[in-house]
């Protein structure tokens, strides 16, 4: 499943890493987890020197590491906007972009804390790490949730409209628009008749290949072509095959095989669509036509 569209959003990326920010040194300044190791000070243990070492610097530590948190939580989400400009990701995408965004922002915290209080750099990173984990689970978490709230609401809001204007005949939509339905009459799917290319059949699905951002998508819908059949008829879709719909518009040329009429479709990994001798005659006299 794809992520929210609102993560692709400038505000949205600079709006979360504000809030961590903050979130980071409020968190610091009101509680400073030790683990249990504030007891052990008299130890000898790293992690027990480091917290009260901490105790000691904590406006200068603090104010450095928010610094760090700062540059390299702004730079991981803008090479984020910039890879997914042409490509959205998927959640599990996301997550492992977040896992590695907190990892390198620890790293780099741990760096200066083992450089400023002179400790060995793999001794101090379990406790780094864990510290900063444990911080950042929370506004991260929140972030995602608000996002996905927001982005729900924008979906919720588009149908809502959708359903209005069919329901009060409203056809802002355009005329060349398909409003594709279900079998229980149920709006699934609105698009630009050019975006078209085929209607395939399935059972008693149907699946609509259309274009979205130079990319082509399925979709599948419970309905049969029989019950869509006055709708692409209305839209200049022809019927080329038993199992097909297609847009002539979409077809490069039409070739004559050794077992039947194939139509070529303008669309790269597109399979050729077969067209039967009994739409035959139909077929060709429309698409040359469109000549």
């Not at 259309?210 to 019927?239: D, W």
Request: glycine share 4%; aromatic share 12%.
């Amino acid at each position: 499943m794809k992520i929210p569209k609102s993560i692709y959003t400038i505000k949205s990326n600079i709006t979360f890493v504000v809030c961590l920010v903050a979130f980071v040194m409020l968190f610091a300044i009101t509680y400073t987890p030790t683990y249990g190791l504030a007891e052990e000070a008299d130890d000898l243990t790293v992690g027990a020197k480091a917290v009260t070492l901490w105790y000691d610097h904590q406006g200068l530590c603090l104010s450095i590491c928010c610094a760090i948190i700062l540059g390299t939580v702004a730079i991981s989400r803008t090479l984020l906007l910039l890879t997914t400009r042409n490509a959205r990701i998927h959640e599990g995408e996301y997550f492992l972009w977040q896992l590695a965004e907190v990892a390198v922002t620890g790293l780099f915290c741990n760096l200066f804390l083992s450089l400023y209080f002179h400790f060995a750099y793999f001794h101090l990173m379990p406790l780094t790490l864990l510290i900063y984990i444990s911080v950042a689970i929370f506004p991260y978490s929140i972030y995602w949730l608000l996002i996905e709230r927001i982005d729900r609401d924008l979906r919720i809001a588009a149908a809502q409209r959708t359903i209005m204007e069919l329901r009060h005949g409203n056809d802002t939509l355009g005329s060349n628009t398909l409003r594709f339905v279900d079998d229980k009459g149920n709006v699934k799917l609105i698009v630009s008749v050019d975006r078209v290319v085929y209607i395939e059949s399935a059972g008693n699905y149907v699946t609509i290949l259309y274009e979205n951002n130079h990319r082509m998508v399925r979709y599948s819908l419970r309905n049969t072509l029989k019950n869509i059949e006055e709708l692409c008829a209305s839209h200049s879709l022809v019927r080329c095959h038993r199992s097909y719909y297609i847009n002539l518009h979409r077809v490069k040329l039409l070739r004559k095989e050794h077992d039947g009429i194939y139509a070529e479709i303008d669309a790269e990994g597109v399979n050729d669509i077969p067209v039967s001798k009994s739409y035959a005659p139909e077929v060709m006299q429309r698409f040359s036509s469109l000549q």
